[in-house]
C-alpha cells in the first residue's frame, strides 16, 4: 500500500512557465511534508517543507499548497528555469519515524 | 556537499560476495538512516538509528545488515546479495530533538552507492 502518491511520473514545461507537482496521502497522523530535489549523482537535498497547520508556503520560486482535509499537496515552480529540471520527491513523516517519500517527478525545463 | 559523504560511489558485486557501505556524516547530528533507491520505486527506508536505537523496518531482507559504531559512521553490511539489490542505497542524517512532541527534522543525503549485483 503506497501511503504517498505522487504525480505525474515526468512533466515537461517550457522555460518561464509553472511547474505544478501533487501528492496525496492516506495516514492522517502525517504532521511533516517536505518536498526534495534531486539531482543526477546526487542524493535528495530539501527544497521546503510545510507542515499541516498552514495551507501555504512560499520561498523564492517555490510554493507549497496544502489541503488537509483533501489530503493532498503541491509543489509549484513559478518562472521554472532549465536549471530546476531536476526529480523532485514529496514525503511525510509522523513524529519522530522516517520519511515516507512518492515515487518521484522527473521534470524537464526546455529552455 | 550536504555533510554526508559515502564511499565507495560505485559497487559491482557477485551474489556470493560479501561487502560493505561507508557512510559519514559531518553536521554532529545524532540520528542516521539507509534508505533504497530503485528505479521507478519510491525511496525505501531501510533503517534507522536515532539516539543510539535502531529501528528497523521488518520488511528488510536479513541479507543487509546494519551497524552504526557511533553517531557520525553507519555501515551496511551485504552478503549473499540478489540481483533484484541493484539500486542507489543512499544514506541520510538529521538532528533529532529529545523530549515530546512532533519531531520535524530536516534529513541531509549523502550522494549514494550504486550498487550493481551479478
Known amino acids: 500500500q503506497q501511503q504517498v502518491k505522487q504525480s505525474p511520473q515526468s512533466l515537461i514545461v517550457q522555460k518561464g512557465g509553472i511547474s505544478i507537482i501533487n501528492c496525496a496521502y492516506e495516514n492522517t497522523a502525517f504532521d511533516y511534508f517536505p518536498w526534495y530535489q534531486q539531482f543526477p549523482g546526487k542524493g535528495p537535498a530539501l527544497l521546503i517543507a510545510?507542515?499541516?497547520?498552514?495551507s501555504e508556503k512560499k520561498e523564492g520560486r517555490f510554493t507549497i499548497s496544502f489541503n488537509k482535509s483533501a489530503k493532498q499537496f503541491s509543489l509549484h515552480i513559478m518562472d521554472s528555469q532549465p536549471g530546476d529540471s531536476a526529480t523532485y520527491f514529496c514525503?511525510?513523516?509522523?513524529?519522530?519515524?522516517?520519511?515516507?517519500f512518492g515515487k518521484g517527478t522527473h521534470l524537464i525545463i526546455q529552455p | 556537499e550536504t555533510g554526508v559523504t559515502q564511499t565507495p560511489r560505485h559497487l559491482v558485486m557477485g551474489m556470493t560476495n560479501k561487502k560493505s557501505l561507508k557512510c559519514e556524516q559531518h553536521l554532529g547530528h545524532n540520528a542516521m538512516y539507509w534508505y533504497k533507491q530503485s528505479a521507478k520505486k519510491p525511496l525505501e527506508l531501510m533503517f534507522v538509528?536515532?539516539?543510539?536505537?535502531?529501528?528497523e523496518n521488518n520488511s528488510v531482507p536479513s541479507r543487509f545488515s546494519p551497524e552504526c559504531p557511533n553517531s557520525s559512521h553507519l555501515f551496511l553490511h551485504l552478503h549473499t546479495l540478489q540481483p533484484e539489490d541493484s539500486a542507489l542505497y543512499l544514506c541520510?542524517?538529521?538532528?533529532?530533538?529529545?523530549?515530546?512532541?512532533?519531531?520535524?527534522?530536516?534529513?541531509?543525503f549523502g550522494p549514494g552507492t550504486r550498487l550493481l549485483v551479478l
Open positions: 538509528y536515532s539516539l543510539e536505537e535502531r529501528v
Open positions: 541520510a542524517s538529521s538532528q533529532k530533538l529529545t523530549g515530546a512532541g512532533s519531531n520535524q527534522e530536516t534529513q541531509y
Open positions: 514525503a511525510a513523516s509522523r513524529g519522530a519515524d522516517g520519511l515516507t
Open positions: 510545510i507542515r499541516p497547520d498552514v
